[in-house]
């Protein structure tokens, strides 16, 4: 017998809940000297909307990440492991205090971690 799960985007609490966790992540990002000068620049209105897309898309849900590719979006920006591991980290935290169980987090996370190879790509 066949039993089908709800998307992982479902489980997460879709988008008002992925909304929130991009927001308390900015929050922590905010207060963290090295890593929020990378976004001096930024507009951070259209990141916190084009990265909940992405999480969206990513999770299976009814988005489709349409803005540039991640070695593009990321080049040059000096990023290192450190940096990269300092933000999945507020990530995670983002996603306990928003009350996404361990199991959902740990799959987007997953999800995620392929990504990294795309960042550092030119940097
Ligand atoms: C899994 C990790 C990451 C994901 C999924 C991710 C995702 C994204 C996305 C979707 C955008 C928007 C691209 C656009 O629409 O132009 C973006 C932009 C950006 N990301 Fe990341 N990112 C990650 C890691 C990092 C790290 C580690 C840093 C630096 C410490 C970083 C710094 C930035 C900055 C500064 C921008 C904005 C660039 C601009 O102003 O045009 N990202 N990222």
């Not at 207060?31 to 999480?55: G, K, R, S, Y």
């Not at 940096?83 to 990530?91: P, T």
């Amino acid at each position: 017998q066949e039993t089908t799960q709800p998307s992982l985007y479902t489980r997460l609490g879709g988008m008002p809940t992925l909304e929130n966790v991009v927001e308390n992540m900015l929050y922590r990002v905010a207060d963290d000297p090295e890593v929020v000068v990378f976004f001096a620049n930024t507009n951070i209105d259209h990141f916190a909307e084009a990265f909940a897309t992405q999480l969206c898309d990513i999770s299976d849900g009814p988005c489709q990440y349409d803005g540039p590719p991640m070695d593009r979006a990321h080049q040059h920006m000096g990023i290192n492991d450190a940096h990269f591991n300092r933000v999945v980290e507020y990530l995670a935290d983002a996603l306990e205090d928003e009350g996404v169980p361990l199991a959902e987090q740990n799959e987007l996370l997953g999800r995620l971690a392929p990504l990294h190879a795309d960042i550092m790509r030119r940097q």
